[in-house]
């Protein structure tokens, strides 16, 4: 084995040495930015979430009992289905609402 020139060694060393700290610094500032990055809330779940509950049906004038009983049952009906989408949509939301704190700093 051959020594070579003792400044071609330093030489050698210095550009080695250049080499990991450019290496290092290059990986230090890959972490940081200057575009500020902001967090997007979720879009909710399908469009049956976001739209209204239907209304409920009113009684005619002079109704029948079976009308009446009729109207109740279809809105009972409606009640309850427009309350599940509420139940629904309200723990969609909950969720995604401690999702989005617990990430955003």
């Given at each position: 084995?051959?020594?070579?020139?003792?400044?071609?060694?330093?030489?050698?060393?210095?550009?080695v040495l250049a080499?990991?700290?450019?290496?290092?610094?290059?990986?230090?500032?890959?972490?940081?930015?200057?575009?500020?990055?902001?967090?997007?809330?979720?879009?909710?779940?399908?469009?049956?979430?976001?739209?209204?509950?239907?209304d409920l049906k009113?009684?005619?004038?002079?109704?029948?009992?079976?009308?009446?009983?009729?109207?109740?049952?279809?809105?009972?009906?409606?009640?309850?289905?427009?309350?599940?989408?509420?139940?629904?949509?309200?723990?969609?939301?909950?969720?995604?609402?401690?999702?989005?704190?617990?990430?955003?700093?």
């Amino acid at each position: 084995m051959t020594t070579g020139d003792p400044s071609q060694n330093r030489i050698s060393t210095i550009i080695v040495l250049a080499i990991v700290i450019m290496f290092m610094l290059s990986m230090c500032s890959g972490c940081s930015t200057t575009v500020p990055v902001t967090a997007k809330f979720p879009e909710p779940p399908g469009l049956s979430a976001t739209t209204a509950c239907a209304d409920l049906k009113k009684i005619s004038d002079g109704p029948t009992l079976s009308e009446v009983t009729k109207t109740v049952v279809i809105n009972y009906g409606t009640y309850h289905e427009c309350a599940v989408k509420v139940n629904a949509w309200n723990e969609w939301y909950q969720i995604q609402k401690h999702i989005f704190e617990n990430l955003v700093p």
